[in-house]
């Protein structure tokens, strides 16, 4: 897809030099080539470093830093707001479907449906031996492993919140990626998942997880498998979970963090920082959990 060609179809914007892109990403994740972000802050200038980068929407007055730094590197489009006409562009390829296609529903025979379930008309696969309770909500774009239990009340693939203002009126972004449900995995009662904001960061749940009652899960979060996550626990979005965890109740991760394999999260924990494979962490905001035993004591 071609600069000119996005811009031309929403009428705005400025191309200072034509590019090419397949994908658009926020800066903070670029995980494939030939993708667009867009760039209004200075100090994040080395960001552009990322060779997955090819096209950039920015401010006139940054323009020029870029170029000094990144010489004849980017197709580069200028407007006043880069994140709105970012998340412009980004809306047009979601309601277009330039990325993710839709498909005809694929249900196995052997899955039991709730009457009471209600299941998008299209773009939703689940796969056998599965068991979808009364009041679970399966928007489109959802894909479901085999011998998977959603229990009554649980919404899959909702948007997530990414709010922006859009032609002067604030409103949640449209999500054009997938949420990806494995083998074997049991989300409790009143769950929410969202599905992936961008199609290059689906929504991951790997096989063998399980949630309690009340979880939220955000748009772009990967579980790995074996992981268990307890009741009114919230995780936000793109954070990286490892496999077989334990998250305790009540506990809040913050987004764009990475907890590592065998983690342990005690409950009501508050999340700031990554968490190293086997780290036992506790407390608001999280420390060591050894850390916040002994400073318990000293008071």
Known sequence: MHLYDISKAINRGHIISEGYFDHLSKMGDIP???????????????????ENITCIVTKKELHSEIEKKYPHRFGIILDENPKELFFLFHNYTVENNLFIKDFDNVIDSTSIISNHAYISEKSVKIGKNCIIEPGVIIHPHTIIGDNTIIRSGTVLSTSGFEVCKLNGIMKVVKHGGQLIIGNNVELQANNTVAKGLFHTRNTIIEDEVFTDNLVYIAHGVHIKRYTRIGAS???????????????????????????????????????????????????????????????????
């Open 32 to 50: 494939q080539k030939n993708c667009l972000t867009f760039f209004s802050n200075i100090k994040f200038i080395d960001n552009l470093q990322n």
């Open 233 to 299: 626990v919230n995780i936000t979005g793109m954070v990286d979970i490892g496999s077989n965890c334990w998250i305790g109740p009540g506990s809040t991760i913050r987004n764009r963090i990475k907890i590592g394999n065998d983690a342990y999260i005690s409950m009501g924990s508050v999340v700031t920082k990554n968490v190293l494979d086997s780290q036992h962490v506790s407390g608001n905001f999280a420390i060591d959990h050894e850390k916040f035993i002994n400073n318990i004591k000293k008071y």
